[in-house]
């Protein structure tokens, strides 16, 4: 039926079916490299969703593929392997499982590493790039994917005034951070859509990752998308060898870095961190879903490696979300 002739709740119900279909299609193609379906079929069901959406602003769900990308939500770009992996990141939800944490890394430290302090940061609630530059010059950008194989969007990456096209030092190297949309942009660019009758993005993480993934570059940089970066695949080429001065020195570097890192010598400083920005996360600029704390000695990082995943030098303390049951992360410490 044409979507005029429908209520909202009619038009929710058929989105409701469709969604589930595309993003299984979408993950076939994505994935496996095999379209599950001729492109004709799913750009005709995808287009059905968008004008169900369109018409009924309300009934949009964040996980609609029409709120991760410009196009269809299917791999248009071309992929990009990470040489040295993008780990993902454990995560506690209370004060007492970091408290575990830090136990239990403080067993496990080599003797020499003793007594070692933290770096904290906050989590800024984007998505995860790396910016691969050679002797200095930015060659390739991508998204982290699945942290083997992300999806390549140097074009993109290349309209951010915060991303450096030729580094202080002529380093070839590979540096992560997240790439976000402040919080005023994100309130003008829904404005914007509503008013043209468009979908609006569901939070500031979705409309960074679908900015980030446009085919038509132009609209990526009216996105006003920013960075924090804050890692490197291998810290060698650098000087430093703490967490809190590789932010100093990507800062030195022309990287763009967030400002309100802050050294811990114990979990007593860990809290009060947590607790200053806790109070602070409703005026900063940018959206944060947490804290990230950090062993904060490089060489003790690469001492300690990382499980399959995960470090074992650095957690996330998320903030309690609305009603979800605590879920202890466990991290294997015999390897
Ligand atoms: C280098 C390590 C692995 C310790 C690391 N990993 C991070 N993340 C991993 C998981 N990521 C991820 N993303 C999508 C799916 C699964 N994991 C998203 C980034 C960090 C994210 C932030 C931030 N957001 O501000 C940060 N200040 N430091 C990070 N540090």
Redesign the pocket.
Known sequence: KPVKELTQHQAAEEAADLRPQLIDWGKQYYDADAPAVEDDVYDRVYARLVALETAFPAIVTADSPTQHVGGSARGDLPKVRHEIP????GDVFSIDELKDFDARLRENVPANYAGFDYNC????????INLHYENGKFVQGST?GN?QIGEDITANLATLPSIPKTLTRPLTIDV???CYMPKQAFLDLNQRREAQGQAPFANPRNAAAGSLRQLDVQVTADRKLAT?M??IADYDPLDTRTQSGLLDELAELGFST?PTYQVAHDMDDVQAYITTYTGQRADLAYG??GI?I?ANPLPL?RAMG?TVK??R??I?YKFPPEEVETVVTDIEWTV
């Open positions: 993008m780990l993902s990141l940061e906050l989590k800024i609630d984007g998505l995860a982290r942290g992560r951070g997240e924090f804050y890692n967030n944060i879903d990230v950090k990082q990382a995960v470090p030098w650095a996330a």
